[in-house]
């Protein structure tokens, strides 16, 4: 008697995910508007309201530094020796709080699960600097789920530029055309198509206060596990 004819798979249309951290991953609001509220204080400034610093995240911590600086005084009026004693501040005070606060969004771990069972390469690919990036992994048990980080000071460019795209695809051995990214921002969908991966996008993140229903992205899904099932269906 001959033998059952062995189960076809029909092969991903993916080798890898390319994935953000903040707004993405993780609502790491709390923490980094602890910092710069922290940071204002200490420079005779008062609070912001934790909303408004959503809305200055995505473009790496300098720029947040800047945005929070200039929320009430004329760019040209911040001398480098005050925007150091800023960036200084903010950098030691996210350092003490980095992952206290901050809270993984629904469907993050199912989703890396089933990534991991189908057998996609994963990549954290964030604008946030190595320094804050790697502990937070760590803390949060996300770590292990990455065969490759790149960070927003990993290259001489950070996203939207193309490069820390196609760095992680490198590092995952993976072409762009066979890697998905997934954010919640501009920064995201812009460096991603640059790099000609397939780009998606959750609705929930920050995107610097504009609706994600503006991006240029292949689909928007409500959550990381639900991309996980737009990548198992292509």
Not at 15 to 42: F, K, S, W, Y
Not at 162 to 184: F, N
Not at 201 to 230: C, F, K, M, R
Request: charged share 20%; proline share 6%.
């Amino acid at each position: 008697m001959s033998s059952p004819p062995s189960p076809t798979h029909t092969p991903l249309a993916f080798d890898a995910v390319l994935i953000d951290l903040d707004g993405t991953l993780m609502d790491t609001i709390p923490d980094l508007a602890n910092a710069a509220n922290t940071m204002r204080r200490e420079l005779g400034l008062s609070s912001l309201p934790q909303a408004q610093i959503a809305t200055f995240i995505g473009k790496g911590a300098k720029n947040l530094v800047m945005r929070m600086l200039t929320v009430d005084a004329d760019p040209a009026s911040i001398s480098p020796e005050l925007f150091e004693r800023a960036r200084e501040s903010y950098f030691r005070n996210l350092h003490r709080v980095n992952g206290d606060q901050s809270v993984m969004f629904d469907g993050v771990i199912p989703g890396l699960e089933l990534m991991k069972s189908m057998g996609l390469r994963l990549a954290v690919v964030t604008n946030k600097a190595t320094e804050f990036t790697l502990p937070l992994l760590e803390r949060t048990g996300l770590a292990p789920y990455f065969q490759a980080v790149v960070c927003g000071d990993t290259l001489a460019h950070a996203k939207p530029h193309p490069a820390p795209m196609l760095h992680a695809c490198s590092l995952l051995k993976s072409a762009a055309t066979r890697s998905v990214a997934i954010g919640d921002s501009i920064n995201d969908a812009q460096s991603a198509r640059a790099a000609g991966c397939s780009v998606l996008a959750v609705p929930y993140g920050y995107n610097e206060g504009q609706s994600v229903q503006t991006l240029d992205v292949d689909a928007i899904v409500d959550s990381i596990e639900a991309a996980a099932h737009w990548v198992a269906a292509r």
